[in-house]
């Protein structure tokens, strides 16, 4: 499925939910993946840097994720910026054709899987995690230049409450909400056990689908480098909750961030095929 120039912003995600059995799949987080094939991201641009470095790379990572059965893949851009790359020596219309690159790869992938593949309608989109002021700034310029793509907005939190930025997730959702050009508001890149709450929180403010795409529940120790144990859910038991809790409390797309792989997209695809068959056979 592809957005062409027909399509309208306004139903364009619960088209497209509709087209996928009424809840879709994203991907799990990318530089975990590409870690796990030997990329070295010790560098400000982290995955990024595979855009430059390792093309073919980063096309794989896009497959392992379909194949594991995404509907939705994400641009390996989330460090990109034309700033990033002009402090790596890039030129500003170099800067801006890495950018580009990382949806031609997406594309790219996409079209392979198809190849390979004749049944389902995926597509892929875009996403950031921007704090509350950007998020206005956001709204209003897609607003104001009249931008007809559909886009979402999630939100992290580190304490279940508020977004990193301090601001109250209801207030950031409210934006969101009311922007017309937004086809989804969520959470990204947050422990497993605040999701409930904030999922709870955004349903307060918009009937618009929810996106959730949490981390493993671990902790990223900035000095040593490190990711910390803590309350980190398997795979099989990450998508249990994705069934037992956050579907059921209204939220329709599903994926993973940081140290979320292919397997944990895998086992959350089997477990929405699991209900969704025992739903058809009741």
């Given at each position: ?218 902790t990223y120790d900035g000095q040593s480098k490190q990711w910390i144990p803590s309350s980190g859910r398997v795979d099989e038991e990450f998508a249990e909750i994705v069934i037992e809790k956050w579907r059921e409390a209204g939220a329709s797309l599903f994926g ?27």
């Open positions: 499925m592809g957005l062409g120039s027909e399509v309208k912003t306004s139903s364009f995600m619960s088209d497209f939910l509709e087209k996928c059995g009424g809840c879709a799949l994203l991907d799990g987080r990318f530089a975990t993946e590409l870690e796990r094939h030997g990329a070295d991201l010790n560098d400000p641009l982290r995955s990024a840097k595979c855009l430059v470095s390792s093309p073919p790379l980063v096309r794989r990572v896009h497959l392992d994720y379909l194949d594991a059965g995404a509907n939705i893949i994400i641009t390996a851009s989330y460090h990109a910026t034309i700033q990033g790359f002009e402090a790596k020596g890039f030129s500003k219309e170099e800067a801006k054709a890495l950018l580009r690159k990382s949806v031609e790869i997406a594309i790219e992938a996409r079209e392979i899987y198809f190849d390979k593949c004749t049944k389902g309608s995926w597509d892929f989109v875009d996403a950031g995690k921007p704090s509350r002021h950007p998020v206005l700034a956001y709204a209003e310029l897609l607003e104001e230049e009249a931008i007809d793509i559909p886009a979402w907005f999630t939100f992290a939190s580190k304490d279940g409450i508020d977004v990193v930025s301090g601001d109250s997730i209801f207030e950031c959702a409210s934006i969101a909400n009311a922007c017309k050009q937004v086809v989804a508001v969520g959470i990204n890149c947050t422990p497993p056990r605040f999701i409930q709450g904030l999922n709870s929180s955004i349903r307060k403010v918009t009937s618009k689908p929810i996106v959730i795409y949490p981390n493993s529940g671990e993973g961030c940081c140290r979320t792989t292919p397997n944990t997209i895998r086992a959350i695809s089997k477990a929405l095929s699991n209900k969704s068959s025992a739903v058809n056979d009741a």
